[in-house]
């Protein structure tokens, strides 16, 4: 679960653009990931969802799996049990989860400025390889 949410930026870059789009929403996401307060709030938020998590009461459905199965370890959890507890996290399990949505998104702004500098290489290579593919299909049509 740790490494999913910290790769949450990771995948916002990976995720395909509308060709239309591209320049345009590159820039911006280019931007947004390499904002420090972006980057804060980004952190913030999963450090909030996690904090939330952990305090959950999983007490019920042990319970419910109990009795079920009295057999598994389910049994032994107390009905006041939050998943904290259960995982054996510490106190500061958020905030550092926090600090590692900010590094991956600092490191996946990095990125995202080295993708759009090379773009427009990119761009050019693929339309001199697309011409060349043409030029060699229709010499073989010959």
């Known amino acids: 679960m740790r490494w ?3 790769a949450l930026p990771l995948l916002a870059l990976a995720a395909p653009m509308p060709a239309a789009a591209a ?3 590159m820039r911006d996401t280019v ?4 904002d420090p307060v972006a ?3 980004m952190a913030d938020a999963v450090a909030a969802m996690v904090g939330a998590l952990m305090q959950l009461k999983v007490g019920p459905l042990a319970d419910a799996v109990a009795r079920v199965d009295p057999e598994s370890d389910a049994a032994t ?3 006041d049990a939050t998943l904290g507890e259960v995982a054996g ?5 958020a905030e550092r989860m926090g600090d590692d949505v ?3 998104a600092r490191m996946a702004g990095h990125a995202a400025s ?3 500098a090379y773009a427009p290489v990119l761009k050019d290579m693929a339309r001199d390889l697309a011409a060349q593919w043409e030029r060699e299909r229709a010499a073989a049509r010959r």
Do not use: S
């Open 114 to 116: 080295a993708m759009a």
């Open 89 to 93: 996290r510490d106190p500061e399990y």
């Open 31 to 34: 931007a947004t990931l390499n």
């Open 23 to 25: 320049d345009g929403e």
């Open 4 to 6: 999913t949410i910290a």
């Open 102 to 104: 900010r590094a991956t």
């Open 77 to 79: 959890i107390p009905p």
């Open 39 to 41: 980057q804060d709030r």
